[in-house]
């Protein structure tokens, strides 16, 4: 029999508790129990499945499937889990803006089919048979017809994890009344009601839910993992030197961060843009910019125009503010800064990492901002890197706003993880995560959002209190949360139910 405990495993550090089936039941079958993790997206860019996986190995002590595409890379911690197999599927050609109109409404109906039959191949033939499939809802056309059914052919429980209403983000782009979306909302609504359980992202959405749906799930909030904490100074330091290309390179704009960069700069190990390293002790520049992070999709439902009309805002308020004379120019501000001069608000400089279809659009509208003290830059970073890039941070921007009202942003919750205090839009629900005053602000406009970069930076980098109250409030309000203890008390049990529920059954049949 397999060693259910692999000594090749680190799990020293982890709590187990009872794991989902018996030591019994293994025996009995001579294999260990198996969950499929559905996701009919990038497994890299679907950190919260990424999450379900690890748990599911970890705290539950299961063999793991993961089938999804590729494309970016998971977090190495799945990828050297000995009990976690990834199975990536060919993702569809994203080329249908190209073809003529009439075509689209037959590539609409084509896409789904040919998703469905490449579903049903792996999860039926490609992977063994599982106790529970675990699907991520959205997309919910093809993924939980496929699910379905071979959750049916395989004699597996399959549990759905709503992270958002599928109709309601194909009605951005094809408007409530379109046909398809009705067609959409169908299938969600049918066979969301056939899964054997279900999880979901807020306490609004479970209301949504049982009161419209007739479907009772389980709150899991999303939490960080482990990997998720402020950043040390070595590490800030590490990081900014592996990246230093992306900020500096010939790529990157002239303007109040790349002044004065030399050569030597670009390549000395001792000193970035945030610290210097002297001997073995690292420190913070006095007069380093404020790092803003924002991590998008580039998608219709974040409106990245709000945070670049702030941007300006800020820019010309404290130009304003500080009687700075325009006849001067940009580089005498900037001159002045690269010698060591400090200002009563700091150069603000945003990172905004992600991939999506809005991308390049936007980058255009950046490089045509003309800004004195205010800095973009676009990456795309690993999983490793992220989370230092997050705990290296002053203050994270979250621009999603929900296609349903129901779910909240991942990224504030990744934020939270590493001490990081938020400015979000406000939403209907968005108040269950971001706590006013306490770990993030809230605004509606991007007027808003520049009265908050001033409140929150002035004085910048020893002054500023009120900057400093939310990093203390999202520290304390954060040492109790983290996804192990949120998946052990409201995943687990919904798990392990519908598994005994399910080898019940099976054992009924093959009697």
Known sequence: MKNILDPALDLSHIHFQQPVGSGEEEMESGKRRRAAVVVLGDIGRSPRMQYHALSLARQANLEVDIVAYGGSDPHSVLLEHQSIHIHTMRQWPSRNGALPKVFRPVMLLLKPLVQFIMLLWFLCVKIKAPDVFIVQNPPSVPTLVAVKWASWLRQSSFIIDWHNFGYTL???????????????????????KMANGSLCV???????????????????YDQPPEFFRPAQLEEIHKLFCRIKKDIFGSNSPQDCISYGITDHDMQDPTSTLFTHQIGQDYHLKQNRPALIVSSTSWTPDEDFGILLEAAVMYDRRVAALLNENDSNGDEFFWKAIDEGKTFLYPRLLFVITGKGPEKEKYEEKIKKLNLKRVAFRTMWLSPEDYPLLLGSADLGVCLHTSSSGLDLPMKVVDMFGCGLPVCAVSYSCITELVKVEKNGLLFSSSSELADELMMLFKGFPDGCDALRTLRNGVLEMGAS???????????????SKVISLSLCILGHYRL
């Open 170 to 192: 194909l009605a951005l782009s094809l408007g409530r009344s379109s046909r398809f979306v009705a067609i959409y909302h169908w299938v969600e609504l049918h066979f969301g």
């Open 481 to 495: 949360a983290k996804w192990a203890t949120e998946w052990e008390a409201n995943a687990k049990p919904l798990i």
């Open 202 to 220: 807020t306490k609004a959405m479970q209301h949504e839910l049982e009161q419209v749906w007739g479907i009772k799930a389980t709150v899991l």
